[in-house]
């Protein structure tokens, strides 16, 4: 899952980047409101935590910006301010959660489950599909009540089919999905891990639209 970092705390960054990535999640990074507003307006990932107190555009203005724009993104804003009046305001702007700093990681990472999961229309962090069931929070995947065994790669595009369930999505659209910036991904990268979930789960699990991409039947 990949999500947007807007934070200017060298530290603080670099720590919930480190730390969101051993959840499962891809993050890109940047420190200033300018770049959060262009990376939002981008729609390239699920879901954006976004400090308020951000160099050259507060981030408050870059959410007002983004929203205007009709971009749905769900955006959790951090922040060191903890007042009442400052949370109504972020909320008034846009956002769709809050939280003050210092910050837990598991409640960072829970709530940025239930920030995607909602977007998708999904309200338990169990997602089914057919006789496939994946649980967001603790990344167990069954089919048929039997768990399967899947790589944290393997999991993270099944999740993004399952929240995509019936659309077609290309392979760029996929990348974008699970890899975030300076990755180096490989031609038939896609490939190999679909290929891998239909070994798993079954070769009807997920199927190719020739020529546009591939889908995950509802």
């Known amino acids: 899952m990949r999500v947007l970092l807007a934070e200017d705390d060298e530290t603080l960054g670099s720590g919930l980047r480190a730390g969101l990535a051993q959840h499962g999640f891809q993050v890109d990074w940047v420190r200033d409101g300018v770049a959060a507003e262009r ?45 009442v009046s400052y949370r109504i305001e972020g909320l008034d702007a846009g956002a769709d959660d809050y939280l003050v700093k210092p910050v837990d ?11 995607v999961r909602r977007s998708h229309g999904e309200i ?6 057919k006789d496939v ?29 399952m929240l995509h369930a019936g659309h077609v999505l290309t392979r760029d659209q996929l990348e974008k999905h699970l890899y975030s910036w300076g990755t180096e991904v490989s031609s038939n990268t896609v490939e190999v891990h679909v ?5 798993k789960l079954g070769n009807d699990v997920i199927q190719t639209i020739r020529g546009v991409g591939y889908v995950m039947p509802k």
Do not use: C, W
């Open 124 to 129: 338990q962090s169990t997602v089914n599909v």
């Open 133 to 161: 069931k994946l649980n967001s929070s603790t990344r167990v995947v069954s089919l048929n009540g039997t768990p399967v065994d899947l790589s944290a790669r393997e999991f993270d595009l099944l999740f993004t089919f």
């Open 195 to 199: 290929y891998h979930l239909r070994r």
């Open 39 to 83: 990376e939002m307006m981008s729609e390239l990932h699920e879901a954006v935590i976004l400090d308020m107190g951000l160099p050259r555009q507060d981030g408050l203005i870059s959410l007002q910006k983004v929203r205007q724009k009709k971009i749905r993104t769900p955006v959790l804003i951090l922040t060191a301010q903890d007042a």
């Open 105 to 115: 990681l598991l409640e960072l990472a829970a709530r940025l489950r239930a920030l």
